[in-house]
């Protein structure tokens, strides 16, 4: 156990070159969610993703990372879907614990989807998509990660 963040850890291998320590790994409904580093990784399931998914999402951040900001890496699987309201919503309010936010495709009916979303929802945040997770990592890896600011 971290006497800094008070969480466990244990050391993951080797992503390509990099290795991360993940602090939280948790299971959400649609996703396990784990902080890795410096960076928020959300790994999908074979799920419909709706706006309750995306306040489940946001409860986890306020309860695990309140007042901080991450950059956020997306691995969605093949299959996903979104409603129109967590597209919104993640565009959004979605992004308020979020620096940048990678999404790793591997269908390509998911990056049509995904480049519509960012056309049409234009996320506040730096947003981009890959098909590849480590080119993500590297991406996400130039925005800095922003702890809480004490006052």
């Known amino acids: 156990m971290s006497k800094e963040t008070g969480h466990s850890y244990k050391t993951l291998g080797y992503s390509g070159k990099l290795c991360y320590i993940v602090y939280v790994k948790e299971e959400l409904s649609f996703c396990t969610i784990s902080k890795e580093g410096n960076t928020i990784v959300l790994r999908y399931k074979e799920k ?10 946001l409860e986890w951040c306020q309860k695990n990372i309140p007042g901080e900001k991450y950059p956020m890496l997306n691995i969605l699987h093949p ?72 006052v």
């Open 48 to 57: 419909h993703v709706d706006i309750a998914a995306c306040y489940e999402f």
């Open 79 to 150: 299959n996903n879907t979104f409603t129109e309201d967590a597209k919104k919503f993640s565009a959004n309010e979605g992004v308020s614990y979020s620096i940048s936010e990678a999404f790793v495709l591997n269908n390509g009916m998911l990056k049509i989807l995904g480049n519509f979303y960012l056309r049409f929802n234009r996320p506040k945040v730096p947003t981009r998509l890959f098909s590849n997770e480590e080119e993500a990592r590297k991406w996400l890896d130039t925005f800095a990660y922003a702890p809480k600011q004490t």
